[in-house]
């Protein structure tokens, strides 16, 4: 059974901190990683996407993907109160290059 | 329209009715999707069109029938329902294109089975 594990939170931090998501996924094959914010009651909209070892920036958020310890993370530099969210971590199946497995996600908290 | 959009965005039925969700996309893809969302568990794939053609069907009940008319439309067909259905169904699509293809969410339907 291919998995994705992430803490389910709250991760509480205070704006303006530095909140870091992680996930680890069990399918060794797996090329291709993204990260999604989801708000209470609306759809996944995609953050980032991440698919070589090392660091990827855009703007506030820093993925972070190792394949060796098949580890992903998410920084969220100077954390705002609108970042509260579940933040799910997906990994694309190996041999089936359009299907994702999904973590059941990390509830952020950014209090003022 | 933009994006994915998916009506309708609140329905609920008994578990005699049949009723379908629709699916559209507007971004020029060729594969569609059908997840599920319950509470405190991850999104499941329900099934997959690449290139209007089904792919993946995993373990779905019957009760569940997707329909996938062209690359822009997708449906799923519901019948005969039980409460534990009750989840948010959500629809997506991506370009299948390598290995570096993202996936757009619809805002989902969600569902209650009474």
């Given at each position: 059974q291919k998995e994705v594990e992430q803490n389910s939170g709250p991760l509480?931090?205070?704006?303006?901190?530095?909140?870091?998501?992680?996930?680890t996924y069990s399918d060794r094959g797996s090329q291709s990683f993204f990260w999604y914010r989801q708000y209470s009651g609306k759809s996944p909209e995609l953050i980032m996407s991440i698919y070589s070892n090392g660091d990827k920036e855009d703007g506030r958020f820093t993925a972070q993907l190792n394949k060796a310890s098949q580890y992903v993370?998410?920084?969220?530099?100077?954390?705002?109160?609108?970042?509260?969210?579940t933040y799910l971590c997906a990994a694309g199946l190996s041999g089936g290059y359009n299907k994702?497995?999904?973590?059941a996600g990390t509830r952020l908290a950014v209090h003022p | 329209e933009t994006g994915v959009t998916q009506t309708?965005?609140?329905?609920?039925?008994?578990?005699?009715n049949k009723k379908s969700l629709k699916c559209e996309q507007h971004l020029g893809h060729n594969a569609m999707y059908w997840y599920k969302q319950s509470a405190k568990k991850p999104l499941e794939l329900m099934f997959v069109y690449n290139f209007k053609e089904q792919t993946e069907n995993n373990s779905v009940p019957s009760r569940f029938s997707p329909e996938c008319p062209n690359s822009s439309h997708l449906f799923l067909h519901l019948h005969t329902l039980q409460p534990e259905d009750s989840a948010l169904y959500l629809c997506a699509s991506s370009q299948v294109h390598s290995l570096q293809e993202t996936q757009y969410f619809g805002p989902g339907t969600r569902l209650l089975v009474l």
């Open positions: 509480s931090v205070p704006e303006g901190a530095i909140a870091s998501l992680n996930c993370s998410l920084l969220i530099r100077d954390s705002q109160p609108s970042d509260s969210a994702l497995i999904f973590g | 309708p965005r609140h329905l609920v039925m008994g578990m005699t």
